[in-house]
């Protein structure tokens, strides 16, 4: 998915500089989204919760849309054009409906419920996203990680991975990314990554054994679920510093709650985010961006799209600078 915004802002990270890092349950800071179109006449709009101005990143993870139950009759649906990634990779995961993937890697697939789509972007990489016209309800996910600065050039790549359902106290877990409850994703990632759905019935609760050096942020689909005692209710996204060794979560809702848990090491280099593309510094910005209007060889063709690919917004006036991490 592209950053549609059409006056993108400037995002930007330096290493942690937390405290000690506490034992027990962890402090949990909840992030409130932010409604974004994907634009057209009838936009589908996306709720958005990274980045934001008080905190940046999750780990490696750098941006999270959620979206739907989207009605597509009424909205259109996606239809996301061809457009450009650099530095990062994008991670797509459906609860409802199906999303035509097409890359210039040659890749043709599909996003369904339940199954891992992961493309890198490193030097660079161009895609579109289109619903399928069999799409009635499309609901979901598209979240992105910041390559480390060692493999910020990489080849592009494209991943797919269907986890096998995990039960765990009543709960359902597919861990899509990384490990959670004796589950193990094969796809690869350049830094270590948890990324899990996790179904909770009624009025359940659930720990879980984490790893200790990592962060972690709760997405809440469907439900009102506290994150180690902190109520979060649906598109809130709940913050765990690292340090606990264990995550409480609750149900309190009278339905099955759904949520997408993310987690990583702290990322301990700084970034700069704007539109589709990550880098280092403003001049790795000011570069992808006149790559991508000359329609340089470095992001490639994206075949089987019917219209034109999406232009990049204008760079703002000043100079892309380092923003800080937020609290």
């Not at 780990?59 to 909205?75: E, I, L, Q, S």
């Not at 259109?76 to 650099?86: E, K, N, Q, R, Y």
């Not at 570069?287 to 089987?304: H, I, K, N, S, T």
């Amino acid at each position: 998915m592209s950053d549609t915004e059409t006056e993108p802002h400037a995002t930007s990270h330096g290493a942690p500089t937390d405290g000690a890092r506490p034992s027990v349950a962890p402090r949990v800071e909840v992030l409130a989204p932010r409604d974004v179109p994907l634009g057209g006449p009838r936009a589908m709009t996306v709720r958005r919760t990274l980045p934001q101005r008080s905190r940046t990143l999750i780990g490696a993870w750098c941006f999270a849309d959620h979206y739907g139950p989207d009605d597509v009759a009424r909205t259109g649906g996606m239809d996301v054009a061809p457009h450009p990634h650099t530095g990062l990779q994008t991670v797509s995961w459906l609860f409802s409906g199906e999303i035509e993937h097409r890359d210039s890697l040659g890749s043709h697939a599909f996003v369904r419920p339940g199954e891992l789509n992961l493309m890198t972007g490193g030097h660079g990489i161009a895609h579109s996203e289109v619903s399928t016209p069999d799409t009635t309800v499309l609901h979901g996910v598209q979240l992105w990680v910041a390559l480390p600065e060692a493999h910020r050039g990489t080849a592009r790549d494209f991943q797919h991975h269907v986890p096998e359902p995990v039960a765990l106290g009543g709960a359902e877990i597919r861990v899509f990314l990384g490990s959670l409850a004796g589950a193990v994703s094969p796809v690869r990632t350049f830094t270590p990554l948890l990324g899990a759905e996790i179904l909770m019935p009624p009025r359940s609760s659930l720990t879980l054994d984490v790893d200790p050096g990592f962060e972690h942020g709760l997405l809440v689909d469907r439900g009102d679920v506290r994150l180690a005692g902190t109520l979060l209710r649906p598109a809130e996204l709940g913050y765990a510093r690292p340090g606990a060794e264990t995550l409480s979560l609750a149900n309190e809702s009278d339905g099955t709650a759904r949520t997408v848990l993310l987690g990583g090491p702290p990322f301990e280099e700084e970034i700069v985010m704007w539109w589709n593309f990550i880098g280092r510094a403003h001049d790795d910005i000011a570069r992808a961006r006149a790559d991508w209007a000359a329609g340089a060889a470095r992001f490639g063709e994206v075949l089987g799209y019917d219209g034109d690919r999406l232009p990049a917004p204008e760079l703002p006036h000043v100079p892309l600078k380092p923003r800080g991490r937020g609290r």
